[in-house]
């Protein structure tokens, strides 16, 4: 597998909390990488560095071989990006949205739009302020996934999903997705979640990786849940 | 997805566009409803362009950015495959679109509706007030300016609130800082001698400052953290600050170093040694003959190049005090004719002068030995009404300051100078003063008074009568003072001499002739030319130039110039240095005449294209100096090869 991302010393300060440090990382196109890590250590933070809405401090991202730097947009293009907390113009339809993100993306699938509206239960009509955080959880993802993304990066997406979508998302559409290729980045706190997914896990603490390893060797190597496996490494520092 | 970005604006804002264009038409309604209440409308007009388009910009610009702070967007918007550049700049051409599609409607509106069309002339408004008044040109660039001050702005904050209160205060602010500085002692002089160079420094300045605001924003938008306030503000702090200084710097390189008119009024001052001297706002300038070229005498950025007396080698002038904020001249300078020992007598230096603050000069006229120089004064606001009279005089070496009593006849009851009241010429070896006094109601009518300094009285020389030539009405060794008058109100006007001596007059012309336009005096004082009208039975009158010899007693030639009232008042003659011929300004024609002595046609020389038009005519040696009033320059021809030369 050829690789994706390459991240190389990366850090990031907030005044004097330093949230990211030394962090490395590849990404191999194909695979689902799922990060844990507790609130607060970063995730959200390199999420949002990967996607350009915040600069780093220091080090370097490289995609496919490229370094990019902070106002770089042509490579957005090819990432889809679903916030933990999805924000839209509250005042635009669904509809609108869609439209609205469809002119910034070369590859926007319309008939996957379409039918994730139509999966999700999203009226196309529906002004976005009217939708609950849950809905917006769900057209967050539809927007990512009309993109035809060839890296996605969940920003703990699934918090705020019903049982049955969340079951869902995580059972069929991240393996449709896994299946098609598409490189995944799973950000999240909830451990549980990942265990059916995940390829490589990641734990991030104190500013930097302290695993980067397949899951199956992980989870041979301790012979425990992921749950337990989290706490275990995170306690150990 | 530019197009996507900058529509979204549209239909974000477009309620404030609906309401902005709610208030135009109501604005217009009043136009066509109340089309006899002009003062309201002129009210309303000022409204509508100095406070509804600026602050209308400013409540656009304001909340550029609230939607993506209040919905929290800006991150979403962050990580979209799109340029930030191209962010802002959808969203600020999307709401500087608006603001110009309401000018356009305004505009449009303005020029096909009549009752509008009373203020200005369509959309022409936009360029025909821009020099005069700046406005309302200005009115526009101040809502962009202010449109892009609070755009810039708003990328630091959320509140729409506190961005459009720092826009006010920091826009308006470098606005007035900017104003304040043209105003003050060293931006008044640009203002002085180039007006039209000091209303584009200021509109130069205020696209420079909202570009430096712009830049600071993008720069702050594209490469901080936006997630960090504090950073975020630090940022364009650390971009704006130096940008701000650098467009304060490029608008006073620009007012410095912009090209401008050269000047702003040329004004013939006098003639000594054969040598013409000329005033403009800049100063006192030499035009010497016999190396032909132009001598910068005194260099002033104040002078007043309507006040000026120039006699026996010595030249008193006025000098602006531009930091008064008024057209008040307040000093009077005195030089020689070579520029040096230059000094000024009033303000005088020093306790007990006589001279009150905030006296301004309206006239002076400096006596043919050039040791006293005649003042006419006028008060300021500042200066309380009382029995002062404006009349004084002054040695030109800055003593004997004397405040003259006035007459009230001559002056007005409470002996306050009247507006048309001005110094003609000194009577012989100094005893007196020549005043004229023009009474513009109902018709111009003229008195010529003398004022005797000895006695200190003003006595009533002539009724119905004035200088024949603003230029150069006194003969050249002084003696004598072309005049015009009318013996019977109403009867024709006669040409005559007054001797400044005796003060007695002798007709030139008398019968049917009609004393036209001024006279122009030769080198010797022996003749002098003058135009007149000659009736024709049945015709419109001919305008013939003629030549009035001291000599011989009588006109000793004449040529019919024209038949046509207009072209009649284009002519303007003047000697040439030899007094061997007559040279005849032909605006008309846009030509100078060269005639004999007997007034046949020698030749006739054209002006150079750039002189359009020729407002004055002198003669040195042999060329001739010709200003030209439209683009204020001063232009040389040499009478024997026939070229031209701009030497001011």
């Known amino acids: ?237 | 997805m530019f197009g996507a970005l900058f529509l979204k604006e549209w239909r974000e804002k477009a309620l404030v566009f609906f309401f902005g264009l709610g208030i135009l038409v109501i604005f217009f309604l009043a136009h066509l409803l109340f089309p006899e209440k002009k003062d309201l409308l002129e009210w309303l007009t000022y409204a509508v362009l100095l406070l509804f388009f600026p602050f209308l910009a400013l409540i656009l610009a304001s909340g550029g950015f609230e939607t993506e702070y209040r919905d929290g967007v800006w991150a979403y918007l962050f990580s979209r495959p799109v340029k930030k550049a191209v962010l802002w700049l959808a969203k600020y051409l999307s709401l500087l679109s608006m603001l110009l599609a309401l000018w356009l409607i305004f505009l449009a509106v303005w020029s096909v509706v009549p009752a509008l069309n009373e203020f200005a002339g369509g959309t022409r408004i936009l360029l025909g007030f821009r020099i005069e008044t700046g406005f309302p040109f200005w009115s526009l660039l101040q809502s962009v300016f202010c449109l892009t001050v609070a755009f810039s702005l708003a990328v630091l904050h959320e509140k729409q609130f506190n961005i459009l209160f720092l826009s006010l205060i920091l826009g308006l602010g470098l606005t007035a800082a900017v104003w304040l500085a043209l105003n003050s002692g060293l931006g008044a002089h640009l203002a002085w001698t180039a007006p039209a160079t000091a209303v584009t420094a200021f509109l130069v300045s205020q696209v420079l400052i909202a570009l430096a605001f712009a830049a600071a924003s993008i720069l702050t938008f594209v490469r901080s953290d936006f997630s960090q306030v504090r950073k975020k503000t630090l940022s364009f702090v650390r971009w704006g600050v130096p940008f701000l200084f650098g467009a304060l710097g490029l608008t006073a390189a620009w007012a410095i170093l912009a090209p401008g008119p050269a000047e702003r009024y040329i004004s013939f001052l006098y003639s000594s040694g054969g040598d013409p001297y000329y005033m403009t706002q800049r100063g006192i300038f030499k035009y010497s003959a016999t190396a032909d070229r132009v001598r910068w005498l005194v260099k002033t950025n104040r002078a007043n190049y309507f006040l000026s007396s120039a006699a026996a080698g010595k030249i008193a002038y006025g000098v602006f005090d531009v930091r008064s904020k008024t057209d008040v001249t307040e000093e009077l300078w005195v030089m020689s004719a070579d520029g040096k020992d230059r000094r000024r007598l009033l303000p005088a230096a020093g306790k007990g002068s006589t001279w009150p603050a905030g006296m301004s000069l309206a006239d002076l006229l400096i006596s043919p030995d050039g040791t006293k120089i005649m003042i006419l004064a006028q008060r300021s606001a500042k200066v309380t009404p009382g029995e002062r009279s404006p009349l004084w005089v002054v040695n030109a070496d800055g003593t004997g300051l004397e405040n003259l009593p006035g007459d009230p006849a001559l002056l007005g009851a409470k002996i306050e100078m009247r507006a048309y009241v001005y110094l003609v010429a000194w009577v012989q070896a100094g005893g007196g003063v020549l005043i004229a006094q023009r009474f513009p109601a109902p018709a111009n009518t003229y008195r010529l008074w003398v004022y005797d300094l000895k006695n200190q009285t003003a006595r009533l020389l002539l009724d119905n009568a004035l200088q024949a030539s603003w230029f150069s009405p006194v003969s050249p060794r002084g003696e004598r003072l072309a005049i015009k008058y009318q013996k019977t109100a109403g009867k024709p006007w006669v040409l005559a001499l007054l001797d400044l001596k005796t003060l007695g007059t002798t007709d030139i012309t008398g019968g049917d002739e009609r004393v036209w336009s001024g006279a122009s005096w030769d080198k010797t004082g022996d003749q002098l030319a003058y135009l007149i009208r000659r009736a024709q039975p049945g015709g419109p009158g001919a305008y013939a130039l003629a030549v009035y010899s001291l000599t011989a007693g009588k006109t000793v030639s004449e040529r019919t110039m024209t038949t046509k009232e207009s072209d009649a008042l284009l002519l303007w003659p003047a000697w040439t240095a030899d007094g061997a011929k007559l040279l005849v300004l032909d605006r008309t024609g846009n030509r100078l005449k060269v005639l004999r002595p007997d007034l046949s046609e020698e030749k006739t020389i054209a002006f150079p294209a750039p002189v359009r038009l020729p407002a004055g005519l002198q003669t040195a040696g042999d060329h001739v100096l010709i200003e030209d009033g439209e683009t204020d320059t001063l232009w040389r021809l040499d009478l024997r090869t026939g070229s031209w030369k701009k030497i001011l």
């Open chain 1, 1 to 237: 597998m050829s690789e994706l991302v390459r991240i190389q010393h990366l850090s990031k300060n907030f005044g004097r909390k330093r949230v990211l440090e030394g962090f490395d990382l590849a990404v191999e196109s194909g695979r689902v990488y799922g990060l844990l890590g507790r609130n607060g250590e970063g995730k959200t933070t390199l999420a949002r560095i990967l996607m350009g809405v915040i600069p780093a401090d220091g080090g370097e991202v490289l995609y496919k071989g490229r370094r990019i730097s902070f106002g770089d947009s042509a490579y957005k293009r090819e990432f889809g990006y679903v916030p933990e907390d999805p924000f839209f113009y509250e005042d635009m339809t669904v509809r609108g949205l869609l439209e609205f993100n469809a002119r910034f993306y070369p590859r926007w699938d319309r008939k996957r739009a379409a039918s994730d509206l139509e999966r999700f239960a999203l009226d196309p009509k529906s002004r976005i302020r009217t939708l609950s955080r849950g809905m917006k959880l769900k057209l967050g993802l539809a927007v990512a996934l009309a993109a035809a993304p060839e890296f996605l990066i969940l920003d703990d997406p699934t918090s705020g999903l019903d049982v049955p979508t969340r079951q869902d998302f995580l059972r069929d559409i991240i393996r449709e997705l896994a299946a098609s290729g598409t490189t995944i980045l799973f950000a999240t706190h909830m451990v549980h979640e990942l265990e059916r997914i995940v390829e490589r896990l990641l734990v991030l603490h104190g500013g930097r990786l302290i695993v980067d390893e397949d899951f199956e060797k992980v989870k041979a190597r301790y012979q425990m849940s992921l749950e337990d496996i989290f706490v275990s490494v995170v306690s150990k520092g």
